[in-house]
């Protein structure tokens, strides 16, 4: 069965799912996105994640056509058409197409686009052994610049700093920022565990405001784990005892190495692993 893809509204098979080569999503990566799951039927943090794609469209000046509640019916329809329960789903909103400039006012026809399908970002072994990482030398957005909390289509950076991290073996890169701090990985949010703290760099260190890293510390908070938003350096993932990654794709996943350091005992540790079942517990309904 072809996987059946939404635009505007309409469901079509993959090969015809057609967007204008003058759309300023293409020329420009000028638009917005979000990446979800769904778990036995039920989109995780829908509200959430519809929230954020609206304000990254207000902070780009991009109207969305149509109300939230459409949005979520669309999603749903398009999850129900690919005859999946627990999948990955992509919305995108472009600017729609225009013409060879950049002015976004002469573009006039928003496209917005529902992708669902499975995904398997990293190796399942990983999420078992844990990753591996290293630092990339490009440095996330400056936020001055384009703030990393907008989910833009421009991806350019982390995309530069993900292929750092793959011609060194390894499947993600850490990302800095502007100021040499920790801000996050190219597609997922860093955590460490110190001294039984929880520590993750806060928003304005530069990075996506996560819904995993919001739930994942409600998670903390849950089972009476310490959490503190705040900033640290590369040195302090070396001396942690423990460290892991967020994402709605990525869920949970233990990290073991920065740079060849081992961090802790080189294994995924305690707290991440306690984290680790709590999210399973709560995505699958357990
Ligand atoms: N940081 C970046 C750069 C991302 O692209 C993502 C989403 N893939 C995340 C963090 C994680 O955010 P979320 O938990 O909302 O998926």
């Known amino acids: ?27 420009y990566g000028d638009g917005v996105f979000e990446g979800m799951r769904s778990y036995s039927g039920r989109v995780f943090q829908l509200q959430q994640h519809l929230d954020r794609l609206w ?26 058409a690919n005859q999946l329960t627990d999948g990955y789903i992509r919305l995108i909103v472009t600017r729609g197409s225009g ?67 793959l011609r060194a073996g390894c499947v ?17 949010n860093i955590f460490i565990v110190r001294r039984g703290v929880l520590m993750t760099p806060p928003i304005d260190a530069g990075i996506l405001e996560g819904i995993t890293r919001n739930v994942v510390l409600e998670l903390a908070q849950q089972n009476s784990i310490a959490i503190s938003e705040i900033p640290f350096t590369r040195h302090d993932i070396f001396v942690a005892d423990e460290c892991f990654l967020t994402g709605s794709a990525a869920e949970v996943i233990p990290v073991v190495k920065l740079d060849g350091r081992p961090i802790g005992a080189g294994v995924p540790g305690k707290v991440t692993n306690q984290l680790i079942e709590a999210f399973k517990k709560l995505v699958h309904g357990g």
């Open 99 to 165: 013409t060879l400039g950049l002015d976004p006012n002469r573009c006039s026809d928003p496209q917005v686009i529902i992708i669902a399908d499975k995904i398997a970002l990293y190796p399942p072994e990983n999420y078992e052994q844990g990753l591996e990482l290293v630092t990339a030398s490009t440095i996330r957005n400056h936020p001055a610049a384009l703030s990393p909390r907008i989910k833009s289509l421009n991806y350019l950076n982390n995309i530069l700093a993900k292929l750092e991290g």
């Open 55 to 80: 304000e990254s469209a207000r902070a780009i000046h991009l109207e969305i056509p149509g109300s939230k509640q459409q949005m979520a019916t669309a999603v749903n329809e398009t999850l129900a």
């Open 1 to 27: 069965m072809s996987i059946k893809v939404c635009i505007n509204g309409q469901l079509f098979d993959k090969e015809d799912a057609k967007i204008s080569v003058f759309d300023h999503g293409l020329l």
């Open 172 to 188: 993600e890169a850490l990302m800095l920022n502007h100021k040499g701090e920790v801000a996050e990985c190219t597609g997922d």
